[in-house]
């Protein structure tokens, strides 16, 4: 199949023919119609991480339509609209439920196995939902990874109607999910940008108040969700409330952050960190789309554009989701 791959890291995408993913007998070929890009994309061509092996494909967020099915699936036939969790488990792990994303064999799509930035994507059957009614293939790409993160951290910090909720840096996917799921849920958001027309969309898309990243916030939250790290840690840390809850699934400004120890246990916060999520959360993320939640597209490209997305992410452009629309066959 032609893809954009990797053949060293550090290194740089390139498009050509890698070797057709061999389809197993619980294994669903899916022919991609359109993936989104993460800051994974941007990470993988650092050696950080170093992908298992090369060459390797891309592409954490993957919606398409079923082309093939090993000999075991029974649930998947060809022809169907599907959406992909990445977080990519045993089928033995899904009887844990929520708990399945945390199996040590777990493997993110795209990171320690082939992703979606090529014609075909190989998963296990039971990595699939059917995609969300009424939605393009650009929106189905766009909530996987995002949604599901920031649901699984929004679901175990008990988020409640009645919170207040702090998201950082909003140009971000994980970011505008929280957002939109905690509104939904009837949260009250506040959220932080570096740049003032992100701060005023936001409130377009339903933020209450939106502060620069680089000074103090000057809020009360239950809630912080932070993918940013050591950059926005501190401001976003002294807000909570005695008993808040610090969630947190990226640091895309550094990989360490100073705690204040007291500050912890006096104020009795709770961290949680999450890394995806399981596949009852990625349904329920599913099922919500599919109700209308909206999802924010920040662009749509063309598979043949995707240096000129990776630009676009590295500095910090977007609000929202970068997509790539695969070529029809
Ligand atoms: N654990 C998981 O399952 C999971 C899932 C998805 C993502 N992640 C991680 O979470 C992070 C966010 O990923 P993403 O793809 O949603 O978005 P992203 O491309 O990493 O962007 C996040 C936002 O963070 C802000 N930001 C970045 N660097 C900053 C800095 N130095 N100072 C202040 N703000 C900064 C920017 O917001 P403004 O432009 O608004 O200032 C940027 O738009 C990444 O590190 C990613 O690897 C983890």
Redesign the pocket.
């Known amino acids: 199949m032609r893809a954009w791959y990797l053949d060293e890291s550090p290194g740089r995408y390139q498009w050509g023919e890698v070797p057709d993913p061999e389809v197993g007998p619980a294994d669903v070929r899916v022919r991609v119609r359109a993936t989104a890009l993460?800051?994974?994309d941007l990470?993988l061509t650092t050696g950080l991480p170093k992908p298992p092996r090369f060459p390797h494909v891309p592409g954490n967020d993957v919606a398409g339509v079923v082309d093939a099915v090993g000999e075991r699936v029974t649930e998947w036939v060809p022809g169907d609209e599907v959406v992909i969790n990445t977080a990519v488990v045993p089928a033995d792990a899904l009887a844990r439920g929520d708990d399945s994303v945390l199996d040590p064999a777990m493997m993110l799509l795209g990171e320690s196995c082939w992703g979606g930035h090529g014609e075909f994507c190989v998963v296990p059957g039971h990595q699939l939902e059917r995609r969300p009614a009424g939605r393009s293939w650009a929106e189905s790409a766009s909530y996987p990874?995002?949604y599901t993160?920031a649901w699984r951290l929004l679901r175990r910090a008990r988020l409640q109607p009645e919170d207040t909720v702090l998201v950082t840096?909003?140009?971000?996917?994980?970011?505008t999910a929280a957002m939109m799921l905690a509104r939904h849920v009837g949260a009250r958001v506040f959220v932080t940008?570096?740049?003032a027309a992100?701060r005023d969309r936001a409130i377009e898309l339903g933020a209450e108040g939106a502060f620069p990243?680089d000074e103090p916030y000057p809020i009360t939250a239950d809630i912080v969700v932070d993918?940013?790290g050591p950059?926005?840690w501190d401001f976003a840390f002294r807000t909570l409330r005695h008993g808040g809850r610090m969630c947190v699934?990226?640091?895309?400004?550094g990989p360490k952050v100073e705690l204040n120890l007291p500050r912890l246990f006096f104020k009795q916060i709770d961290v949680i960190g999450?890394?995806?999520g399981s596949q009852s959360e990625f349904r329920h993320v599913t099922d919500l789309l599919g109700d209308g939640l909206p999802v924010v597209v920040d662009e749509i490209l063309p598979l043949s554009e995707y240096p000129r997305a990776l630009e676009r992410?590295r500095s910090?452009e977007?609000l929202g989701k970068i997509v790539l629309e695969h070529p029809e066959p």
Do not use: E, P, Y
């Open positions: 993460n800051h994974m990470w990874v995002c993160t840096g909003i140009g971000g996917g994980v970011a940008s570096r740049d992100k990243s993918s940013i950059a926005t699934c990226g640091g895309t400004s999450a890394s995806c992410l910090a977007q």
